[in-house]
């Protein structure tokens, strides 16, 4: 490359706390060039943008942009040296117009006019080919409407860097094309584009060179000429690793959640979840693929209640086949209900349907003797749908549905509480007393304190001064110590080191033998070849595959996760229309 | 005169110490602070300004130069005070609501108590006072009289509000600020400095209020017992006028009207007025606030309600 | 050379949150924030009084707080209401609800106690009149708090401003029904003659005994029920209420209830057992003072006796070194070791990350 060098960093680094974010990445980009930055989420390539946009401030290394030692202590620094970035989450202000927002932070001297604004934007809008109204509210705007407000900021400012965090993410792919055109006409004008991005064709079809980003370090810099999607992707998940993690043949295998055609969108109208179907059994551990933000996080709190879904139904089947009956979970007119859909049977085999020989109704309280019992039995596994249902809901139902959420301290367990306390979150409400019970879930902290070794001065200490991994045994031990049926865990090793890495894998093997139905949610392919006996493959909200984990490989995974991307764009193309 | 028109200019001059409180908020507000020290701090720019009519009561300048400086010395006491908020509530990321409490007391206390010791020597100060602060012309016994210079600075001051914070770049910015302090630092605003001197700015005006209401509008010291009631209605005010200052000019009036209905409205309409209407009139404001409040948060309508980030410090690493 | 030009351009410090701090240097931190308000407070006091020096300022402070046994009970009377009030802002504020409507819910708590005296004082036994007062201030103070929450709960409405202007219509309500029941006098009411707490050894010491109990109920109820529970749930974290499926807004409702009823038995203890009378300061922004009361005690019940105590005896020891000019002096005192206490819990909460020591800024653990 004979071109100059734009910006480079050298040796950065950044931690958050005990996770390093990014390790001495040295990384380069030439002018009048597009740099695509690849790579698995959590391998650090928005917060090494943000570390060049002025957002974070790196605890070592250094930035230079032509050639010269820049520091930048702010966005407004990056502004100075010609960098602009376009993030994932739009940061714009909803209340205002579309000229009001490009022109935010912008001070050329001139007396400020918002009609000339308008006219400006108008004039650079029609130069690139996007259709937007300076005039129009953000909170009115459609999310590509909204994107394009984003990039016609940085255009308006004349950024000679534009960093692009994953861009066509929302676009369709007539304004994905379009963009890239835009891009392709600036990268003539002599400008420098970092464009972050998962999706292997967009990568071939618009970069100059690719630089892949792995677990915070910089894997190698390669021309996307010279190269071919399989190589970026191998580059990308990286060689296969044997781990030797423990899995037994899967036995007494039955359905136990069956997924059919799930579907919602955000609150900005972003479809999330769409037309999922896919069916998690006992005595299995199936693994969900896919690259972060893809709709996984979502899935798992659709199915535990926490979200309203636009389509789909959810389908639990109770494990409660020839076994009887009881008011526990049950009411009265509940056990009337299932007798009516001829699911109940006394033990002799007679079927209750809640009338004696003659055809007479039995009365309550002969109901009742009859269930406490024991004599009346369920044919087949209650079948409970779980659609529309809210945590408490399916709770009350008796479905034991543990979760372990991706933010563990934000969802799953309260920061600044004690084990004991955070042990309870699930619990409290039992009994009739006002008092809550602290002596059981005491005794299930010194249990799981004791048994996963989780290291913390007592039970005493909020959970939120524990290590990663700590928090996490705490969290999975609460929600395990609930004999669940179903166990759905969303990232449960993110941020943990190998032990308690593998203190999980074998809590959730543990599970599975006991015959629940585990959901594990991994971005680490290695593991979830070796730990789960099926894996889903989930890209933008969709399914592309579902694979048995013992035959596939870690490329074929990898492919699906970044987009069976023909068939999904066509789809794509008819919703938005 | 026509007690009607009379009943209306009277209110006019009590309202606009809710504007210049009023207004004050606003520009604080707009920085995403709610800042509950507004009582206080007109009653310390009061004092300010008193002390400075005090000290140049004797000194044979023209009213024209102990106006202003008045006026000079009871913005330097507000901006002291929101020197305080905001140093607390910016950089030291205190909880606004118990800061802005605890402003409203030392507030009120430093007034007391300075007042009172000038009440000692100084004795009926205010009739000097009040002269200064009309207009030369004004001495007629028209009702136009109550109207001083103070008046329409306050007016003024509401107006030029209102353009900059919805026509120039610095009122965009500050707005931004308001909303969405994230995304004002990630175009390059700086947010502190924009915090900090919507804060000292609003600080500064709330507190020409409080000067205003002594010795104008009331025209005796004693009157700064009552300053603090005054500082709630402006921060009614802000609620009620939905955080625009030129719609604050009318609103203010409406409160001055409500205000003093009471004692006004038996001569007015010539109907026997029960003595227990007035505090029903003058509760009348904060009872109308909490409705609109409450409509504008059934409605919905994104224009209408308070900036975004009132009452959340922010921190740019939070994650 | 460019290392130099470097090393002045990097910024100097930034801020990073901290993790946790030992309990020790927390406390040592505020008990520092005190002793240099103090001090200044003491400097101010000699510059702006005459005939006081430093020491003559603490020891008139001590005297004036704790110097005879009338001045004891003083103490304990105002510590006992401003602490009754601050348990009820408590429930509240651990939710991260941020209720500044103390003043009006106790307010109303007084005004509905005055209300059934003088309406009903003396048709019937003091025993039940007193429950009558009782039941209706409670009733009224849950009133109050509870109409915010139920907008906040259904609209999210701004409950900070909503609670602040109720405040000012209790206010109205008050004058109103003052210059309805004696509008020849002025709109004074004179001292009652029914509904008067009966006198246990000492006219403060029901008072004292009856919020020391409730201080107890309020701790209890905060740390070993499940509404309390529920209550640091929904204030750690909706996300996770949400998740183990507690409904918010019920509880909202039911812990602004719960906040406006204690609200409304100080406004009856201050009528039933001090006042017997009202007017419209007759709660004297001590719900806004239980504001910051709870808020240093970290809503802790227990430690707010502490803490109720300490401002108390602020404000009455300030009010011997400043009585003989005026009054308003130990608000100046308050106000001033407030704006420490609350500067001194940035030092607490977050640390400066100096440029030359990038090592020690690493996150503990």
């Keep these: 490359m004979s071109k100059p060098i734009a910006l480079q960093t050298k040796g950065v680094t950044k931690r958050f706390g005990s996770v390093v974010a990014n390790n001495n990445v040295d990384l380069c980009v030439h002018r009048g060039e597009i740099l695509a930055i690849l790579g698995e989420n959590g391998c650090g390539k928005t917060t090494l943008m943000n570390m060049i946009a002025g957002i974070y401030y790196p605890d070592s290394g250094s930035i230079l942009v032509d050639g010269e030692e820049v520091v930048i202590r702010s966005p407004k620094d990056a502004f100075r040296h010609g960098i602009g970035m376009i993030h994932q989450h739009f940061k714009l202000v909803d209340l205002f117009t579309a000229a009001e927002n490009i022109v935010l932070g912008v001070d050329d001297g001139k007396k400020y006019n918002i009609k000339e604004v308008n006219a400006r934007v108008a004039k650079i809008a029609e130069k690139y080919g996007f259709h937007v109204d300076p005039k129009k509210k953000i909170y009115e705007m459609s999310v590509s409407e909204k994107q394009t407000v984003e990039i016609l900021k940085v255009l308006y400012r004349g950024a000679d860097i534009l960093i692009l965090d994953e861009p066509s993410a929302v676009l369709t792919p007539q304004e994905t094309d379009k963009l890239f055109d835009v891009l392709r006409r600036m990268r003539e004008d002599g400008k420098s584009i970092l464009i972050i991005t998962h999706k292997l064709h967009e990568v071939m079809a618009i970069s100059d060179r690719v630089a892949v980003l792995r677990k915070g370090e910089h894997i190698a810099t390669v021309e996307t000429a010279r190269t071919s999607p399989a190589e970026l992707t191998e580059m990308m998940v990286g060689k296969k690793v044997a781990l030797n993690i423990d899995r037994p043949l899967p036995h007494d295998v039955r359905d136990r959640l069956v997924i059919k055609g799930l579907s919602m969108t955000d609150a900005e109208g972003v479809r999330i979840l769409d037309d999922i179907t896919f069916t998690a059994k006992a005595g299995e551990i199936l693994g969900i693929a896919g690259i972060a933000g893809s709709g996984q996080r979502e899935l798992l709190e659709s199915i535990a209640g926490l979200h309203h879904l636009q389509d789909g139904s959810i389908t639990y089947y109770n494990p409660k086949k020839d076994k009887p009956i009881t008011f526990y979970h049950k009411s009265f007119e509940r056990v009337m209900e299932l007798a009516g859909e001829g699911m109940l049977r006394y033990v002799d085999g007679r079927e209750f349907t809640g009338k004696d020989e003659q055809g007479r109704a039995l009365s309550r309280k002969t109901i009742c003797a009859q269930v406490e019992a024991g004599v009346i039995l369920f044919k087949d596994d209650e079948v409970i749908n779980l659609r529309e249902k809210t945590p408490l809901q399916i709770r009350e139902l008796g479905v034991r549905l543990s979760f372990v959420p991706e933010d563990r301290l934000g969802m799953g367990l309260v920061g600044n509480m004690d084990i004991v306390d ?38 005493h200490t909020p959970v939120r001064r524990l290590s990663g991994g700590n928090v996490q045994k705490v969290l999975v031990g609460r929600e395990i110590a609930a004999a669940p049926t179903v166990l759905m865990a969303a990232y449960p090793v993110r941020g943990l080191d190998i032990n308690s890495s593998y203190t ?69 193309d008819k919703k938005e229309e | 005169m026509n007690p009607f028109l009379d009943f209306l200019i009277t209110a006019i001059p009590l309202g606009i110490t809710f504007l210049y409180g009023c207004v004050g908020e606003i520009l604080t507000e707009k920085a995403g602070h709610l800042n509950l020290g507004i009582p206080g701090i007109m009653c310390v720019g009061g004092t300010c300004g008193c002390m400075a009519l005090r000290i140049l009561k004797n000194s044979g300048l023209p009213w024209f130069v102990i106006l202003p400086i008045a006026i000079l010395a009871a913005f330097a006491g507000g901006l002291l005070m929101g020197l305080i908020y905001s140093f607390l509530t910016v950089t030291l990321k205190a909880n606004q609501n118990v800061t802005g409490l605890a402003m409203t007391t030392f507030g009120v206390g430093v007034t007391k108590f300075v007042m009172s010791k000038m009440a000692v020597g100084g004795g009926m100060m205010y009739l000097y006072a009040c002269d200064y602060f009309r207009f030369p012309f004004q001495q007629s016994k028209s009702a136009l009289k109550y109207c001083g210079v103070m008046v329409f600075l306050g007016i003024a001051i509401a107006l030029i509000a209102a353009f900059v914070l919805n026509k120039t770049r610095v009122g965009l910015h500050l ?15 700086n947010v502190t400095k924009y915090k900090y001197v919507a804060t000292l700015i609003g600080s500064g005006i709330a507190a020409l209020g409080g000067l205003f209401y002594i010795m104008d509008y009331a025209g005796s010291y004693e009157a700064y017992k009552s300053i603090e009631g005054m500082g709630w209605l402006a921060v009614a005010l802000v609620i009620f006028t939905l955080w625009r200052p030129n719609l604050s000019i009318l609103g203010s009036l409406l409160f001055g009207l409500l205000y003093i209905a009471g004692s006004r409205i038996p001569t007015l309409l010539g109907i026997q007025l029960d003595m227990s209407a007035t505090p029903l009139l003058q509760m009348l404001p904060y009872a109308v606030t909490i409705v609109v409040l409450i409509v504008i948060s059934v409605r919905k309508k994104r224009e209408h309600q308070p900036p975004a980030s009132l009452g959340v410090p922010y921190f740019r690493e939070e994650r | 050379m460019k290392t130099i030009e470097k090393r002045t351009r990097e910024p100097l410090f930034h801020v990073v949150k901290r993790d946790s701090l030992p309990v020790w240097k927390g406390m040592l931190i505020r008990v520092i924030a005190v002793v240099a308000a103090i001090l200044l407070c003491a400097l101010l006091s000699v510059i702006m009084l005459e005939n006081v020096d430093p020491i003559k300022f603490v020891t008139t402070l001590f005297d004036g707080a704790i110097g005879s046994q009338r001045r004891l009970w003083k103490l304990a009377k105002d510590t006992a209401v401003l602490l009754c009030i601050s348990l009820a802002v408590t429930p509240a504020f651990r939710m991260k609800f941020w209720n500044i409507g103390a003043e009006g819910q106790t307010l109303v708590g007084a005004l509905a106690s005055v209300a059934v005296a003088y309406y009903l004082g003396g048709k019937m036994p003091e025993p039940l009149l007193l429950v009558l007062m009782l039941v209706a201030s409670v ?6 708090g509870g109409l915010p929450a139920l907008c906040k709960a259904k609209w999210n409405t701004n409950e900070t401003l909503f609670t602040l202007m109720m405040n000012y219509v209790a206010t109205g309500l008050v004058a109103y029904f003052l210059a309805l029941w004696c509008p020849s006098n002025g709109s004074v009411l004179g001292r009652l003659d029914f509904g008067h707490l009966p006198v246990v050894l000492h006219e403060y010491f029901l008072l004292i005994v009856v919020t020391l109990v409730l201080t107890a109920i309020v701790y209890v109820y905060l740390h070993y029920t499940k509404h309390g529970y529920e209550i640091s749930v929904v204030g750690e974290s909706e996300n996770t209420a949400r998740y183990i499926g507690i409904n918010v807004g019920k509880v909202i409702v039911r812990t602004m209830i719960v906040s406006g009823a204690i609200c409304g038995l100080a406004g009856f203890l201050i009528v039933g057992a001090l006042d017997h009378s009202i007017t419209t300061t007759s709660v004297g922004g001590l719900g806004f003072t239980a504001i910051m009361v709870s808020w240093l005690a970290k809503f802790n019940p227990l430690i707010m006796v502490g803490t109720s105590l300490f401002i108390t005896f602020l404000q009455q020891g300030c009010a011997e070194i400043g009585s003989a000019v005026d009054p308003s002096f130990p608000n100046i005192i308050v106000g001033i070791v407030l704006f420490f206490i609350i500067g001194c819990e940035f030092f607490i909460g977050y640390k400066l990350q100096f440029r030359k020591f990038p090592k020690k800024g690493g996150r503990a653990s």
Excluded at chain 1, 429 to 445: E, H, I, T, W, Y
């Design chain 2, 175 to 189: 707005r931004a600020v308001g909303e969405n302090p994230a995304t004002a630092d990630a175009v390059g605003i």
């Design chain 3, 139 to 144: 009733a009224a103070g849950a009133v109050w």
């Design chain 1, 422 to 459: 955070n042990m309870m979150l699930r619990s409290y409400r039992r009994g009739q007393s006002v008092f809550v019970d602290r002596k059981k879930p005491g005794d299930l902290a010194h249990t799981i304190v004791h048994d996963l070794e989780v290291v913390t001065p007592s039970t």
């Design chain 1, 504 to 572: 999980i894998y074998n809590l959730l093997t543990e599970q599975k033998e006991r015959g629940v139905a585990v959901v594990f949610v991994g971005e680490d392919l290695d593991v979830l070849l070796e730990l789960c006996d099926r894996i889903l493959v989930i890209c933008a909200g969709r399914v592309t595959g579902v694979l048995d984990a013992r035959n596939a490989t870690k490329e074929e995974i990898g492919l699906l996760m970044t987009g069976d991307r023909e068939s999904s764009d066509a789809e794509t």
